[in-house]
């Protein structure tokens, strides 16, 4: 991995795209850039080789059916598998989460697909399908909680195993299902429920992800306008009204 033109890779928009997580990449990205930092963003869609030397992966929500497209071309291509052994991270959303666990099921038929393997999670269907704004409650490394923002959409409810840990608790919304605990962090590689895209709603998890990657802490950039936009949206999921 290359830290002076950190690669952020923007993995098979074409399948997992239609939340617009996409959103995630270009945060990440611009976030570096405003720090005079020269990073790259990359997009990759499946029949091309996932380059090796990223520094962060990223994957978003999509459809059940495209999801087992998906695990299938990551598996046969192998890239992102070398990249996280190489010292890579992965921050994946809503379907692209849920393919990083041992095992998901697609639709009515519940028929079991085997995930990636990243996280000791397993996704099955729910009762209900979980929808609306969402707040979590996300400890962060120094030990202060931080709001997380966001919309979810997921008929799949993931259980984490011991390997795996929350990223966050829920204080409003499903998360994982549960209503109690959200997302997955194992390794280097984090999975999470929000769209938004949650990076952009939430600067403070963006960063965390870049601290990750690069190994070293960068100073917060002041945004005055996002933070604006934040507390908005934090009030509105805690009253219910947008
Ligand atoms: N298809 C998955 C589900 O419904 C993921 C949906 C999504 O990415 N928002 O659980």
């Keep these: 991995m290359n830290t002076d033109r950190p690669k952020i890779v923007l993995l098979y928009q074409s399948l997992l795209g239609i939340y617009g997580d996409h959103g995630n990449a270009v945060v990440l990205t611009k976030r570096l850039q405003w720090r005079g930092i020269d990073a790259e963003l990359v997009t990759v869609e499946p029949g091309q080789k996932v380059p090796t030397d990223g520094a962060i992966y990223l994957l978003g929500g999509g459809e059940d059916t495209a999801q087992i497209t998906a695990v299938r071309e990551l598996k046969a291509d192998g890239g992102l598998f070398t990249a996280l052994d190489d010292g890579a991270m992965l921050f994946a959303v809503c379907a692209g989460y849920q393919i990083c666990g041992k095992s998901f099921t697609i639709g009515a038929r519940d028929e079991v697909i085997a995930g990636l393997g990243l996280l000791d999670a397993e996704t099955r269907r729910g009762p209900e399908r979980a929808v ?21 959409n997921h008929g799949g409810w993931t259980e984490l195993g011991s ?47 870049l601290e990750i990657a690069l190994g070293h802490h960068l100073e917060p950039l002041d945004l005055p306008e996002i933070t604006a936009l934040r507390q908005r949206r934090i009030d509105a999921a805690r009253t219910g009204r947008p």
């Design 132 to 152: 609306g704004e969402v707040l979590h409650i996300w400890t962060q490394p120094d030990g202060n909680t931080c709001s997380i923002t966001g919309f979810e």
């Design 163 to 209: 390997d795996a840990k929350p990223l966050a608790a829920v204080e409003v919304g499903w998360g994982n299902g549960n209503r109690r605990d959200e997302g997955a962090v194992q390794d280097r590689v984090i999975g999470t429920y929000p769209h938004g895209p949650v990076l952009a709603r939430n600067p403070q998890l963006a960063d965390h992800v």
